[in-house]
């Protein structure tokens, strides 16, 4: 009489583990890439906050034009006016002004750039 076999034999128990190996090998690449994914969202909102905040210390630019940069953080950053001609702003002159923050990021050199118009200040007349 033939006994019923019970249990796993040894060699399904092996392929079993092999493909839960890899399973998990593959759900931790998965969770890695998405990790790795929101620290990059995070430092580009971060910068763009960053440009943002620049761009709202001033309601215009001087005459001059506004060139200025410096640093905060891990981020540096640069701001740069250039006055735009062919607008008609009723007599108002505007300028083109730029932020560009840039920061590194796992070894490579990222950056972003906010561009906008702003008018230029006008002269006090008594």
């Avoid at 040894?10 to 931790?28: D, H, K, N, Q, R």
């Avoid at 210390?57 to 001609?85: A, H, I, K, L, M």
């Avoid at 062919?86 to 108002?92: A, R």
């Amino acid at each position: 009489m033939k006994r019923a076999q019970s249990g796993f034999s040894l060699l399904e128990l092996l392929v079993a583990f092999a493909i839960m190996a890899l399973s998990l090998g593959v759900l931790y690449q998965a969770s890695a890439s998405s990790v790795r994914n929101v620290g990059e969202i995070r430092d580009h909102a971060r910068a763009v906050l960053l440009a943002e905040s620049l761009l709202a210390t001033r309601d215009f630019v001087e005459p001059q034009g506004w060139n200025e940069s410096g640093q905060f953080q891990t981020y540096t950053w640069q701001v740069r006016s250039v006055p735009q001609g062919g607008i008609d702003g009723g007599g108002v002159v505007f300028h083109r002004v730029g932020v560009d923050v840039a920061w590194q990021e796992r070894g490579r050199a990222r950056s972003v750039e906010l561009v906008t118009l702003m008018p230029q200040a006008r002269p006090l007349t008594p």
